[in-house]
């Protein structure tokens, strides 16, 4: 604020700008701005299966134009614009919130993952909110105190970095107030949290190398992951064998 005032700027200037600039950026070079545009792990393999699954939205404080951008030629998943909104005209997220609610009255379930435990607490608020799901994204703007009181909280839960909806919402049951019972459903299949995760990540990487996206992080992950996590069918997500060619991809990054 105090700069914004030196500057003679306000928020709507800011927005302009910051717009401007990675507008001509996306026109010089639009392959190099989605690339500075980093990907939590696992985001895309849970997105997608999500976008498979569900009614899925984004409803973003950033300008759609740039969102829609990123989902389509960084992440490459199929989501129509009309389904990502943003809050740059003024309108708060649980506006939207509602609007979605309206929109969808017979679904089975409403969730809103956010990593702004502020918001978060503002949706709470609303009663005409009451029936969403709250999770709050721990590896997003948000400190160590805020997430130990998300843990306590009555309705906000913590989402784990390296557990994104997708898998939550397969490792944990429907119940009143959505206890874990991952440890159960892990122990069935014989894995650990951490085989888990690193199976997911593992087999996001492989999607990237696949459509000609990877990063040299990706391929350091596929040469270093140990060989049970693609030949035994315990390991597969999908349970079943993955249709992966191990020795197809070592070999793109060679070539």
């Not at 939590?40 to 829609?68: A, E, M």
């Not at 459903?185 to 014989?190: G, I, Q, R, S, V």
């Not at 894995?191 to 990237?208: H, K, S, T």
Request: proline share 4%.
């Amino acid at each position: 604020p105090e700069a914004m005032e030196e500057w003679q700027l306000t928020r709507e200037d800011l927005i302009i700008r910051f717009g401007n600039v990675r507008d001509e950026w996306i026109k010089d070079d639009a392959y190099d701005w989605a690339l500075k545009n980093g990907v939590y792990n696992l985001v895309r393999y849970s997105l997608q299966k999500c976008v498979d699954r569900h009614d899925v939205y984004i409803v973003t404080t950033k300008q759609k134009r740039f969102v829609d951008e990123l989902v389509r030629e960084r992440l490459r998943i199929h989501l129509p614009a009309a389904r990502i909104f943003d809050t740059s005209r003024g309108r708060s997220k649980a506006d939207f919130l509602k609007e979605l609610q309206a929109k969808h009255p017979d679904a089975s379930r409403y969730v809103f993952v956010e990593d702004k435990l502020s918001t978060l607490k503002k949706v709470k608020a609303e009663p005409e909110l009451e029936s969403w799901k709250l999770w709050l994204a721990d590896w997003g703007y948000n400190q160590k105190h805020e997430r130990e009181w998300a843990k306590n909280d009555d309705r906000i839960d913590l989402l784990q970095q390296g557990l994104t909806p997708y898998h939550f919402f397969e490792l944990y049951e429907d119940g009143k107030k959505y206890e874990p019972n991952y440890e159960r459903k892990l122990k069935a299949h014989e894995l650990d949290l951490d085989d888990y995760q690193r199976l997911a990540r593992f087999q996001e990487a492989c999607e990237r190398v696949q459509m000609g996206i990877e990063t040299d992080d990706d391929m350091d992950l596929i040469y270093t992951t140990p060989e049970k996590y693609y030949r035994d069918n315990r390991w597969d997500l999908e349970e079943r064998r993955p249709q992966i060619s191990i020795p197809a991809l070592l070999g793109k990054r060679s070539g």
